[in-house]
């Protein structure tokens, strides 16, 4: 069902100083910075290895990103698989019993597709099925 960690993404206060942090003081190349509507926020891609990290300011406070900054300051908000199949990933996952926060796939940064599993099912980690753009 899941080939990778894709990325881990951070919620972040302020996209300018933690790019800075992560590309001139830990030394990551940014791959890739968009905005993205659907889901609130304005959005960096810093590389590691074959994944990334994802550094994500909130468009506002009524966000999913704002509101989670505000319930527990910045820090990780979530991990993210890669898959082939997001549709088959997303309901191999509901006839497992878990909790979905989409039931279909939504529009992710670099035009992924994406889901996500609410933390409740998943030992506290907001979890992220990402399925990279063909």
């Known amino acids: 069902m899941f080939g990778r960690i894709d990325h881990v993404g951070v919620a972040v206060e302020d996209l300018d100083e933690a790019v800075e942090l992560y ?30 990290v994802e550094l994500l300011r909130p468009l506002g406070p009524d966000t999913a990103v704002g509101r989670f900054l505000q319930r527990n300051g910045p820090g990780l908000h979530h991990v993210a698989y890669g898959t082939d199949d997001i549709v088959s990933a997303i309901d191999d ?39 990279a753009a063909h």
């Not at 909790?99 to 940064?109: A, S």
């Not at 099912?121 to 907001?126: E, R």
Request: charged residues 30%.
């Open 93 to 131: 996952l509901r006839k497992a019993g878990l909790r979905l926060i989409d039931e279909r796939p939504r529009t992710g940064i670099r035009n992924s597709r994406v889901a996500f599993v609410h933390p409740k099912s998943t030992g506290g980690v907001l979890t992220e099925l990402v399925e």
């Open 23 to 52: 590309t001139t003081r830990l030394g990551m190349p940014l791959q890739h910075r968009e905005t993205v509507e659907e889901q609130g926020v304005e959005a960096v891609l810093v590389g590691v290895g074959d994944g990334h």
